[in-house]
């Protein structure tokens, strides 16, 4: 045998009867209770549920050892239609949660905040009124570079960069003339 048959791996196995157990199936093991696989059957077939979430219902189903022998990981990958990478991190994720099925399914949250914005409502306010007031002596009217430089002066405005003046004054519509 030379290991590749229609691009999926295989393994071969010591007795044709028997299904290899994979090592992620060992490392991370699967084990619903008869509660959690109901629910992840329910959110398979019923209601409206975001595609991924389904997908990682599904895989938690198919990788489920406490109905029985469970498929090899390239057969489960095949039916479902994922790749064996996402069947080993759902059954990692699985296992970090603690088994918790909700958490495994749903969408993770960021380990860090979004970083905020350094353009506030009076940043922008104080941006739009340099941009309308007079150029300084010399210049026919404000450029981006020119209002970049201004603002560096301004001690309570937030160094911004030309680009994001440009955003500013665009979203409000604000033409240099």
Request: charged share 25%; proline share 6%.
């Amino acid at each position: 045998m030379s290991g590749w048959e229609v691009g999926v791996w295989q393994i071969p196995s010591p007795s044709p009867d028997r299904t290899v157990v994979m090592r992620s199936q060992k490392k991370w093991p699967v084990r619903l209770t008869v509660r959690d696989r109901e629910e992840l059957v329910r959110v398979t077939t019923a209601g409206v549920r975001g595609a991924s979430v389904i997908m990682r219902a599904r895989v938690l189903l198919a990788l489920d050892t406490s109905v029985g022998e469970v498929d090899s990981k390239e057969v489960i990958a095949t039916r479902l239609g994922v790749s064996g990478e996402t069947l080993r991190l759902v059954a990692k994720r699985f296992t970090e949660t603690g088994g918790d099925v909700h958490a495994t399914i749903a969408r993770k949250k960021r380990d860090l905040p979004p970083v905020p914005s350094p353009v506030t409502g009076e940043v922008e306010a104080r941006l739009i009124a340099m941009a309308c007031s007079q150029p300084p002596q010399g210049y026919a009217r404000w450029s981006l570079r020119l209002l970049e430089k201004h603002v560096a002066l301004v001690e309570d405005i937030p160094d911004l960069d030309h680009s994001t003046i440009g955003r500013v004054l665009k979203k409000r519509n604000c033409a240099l003339t």
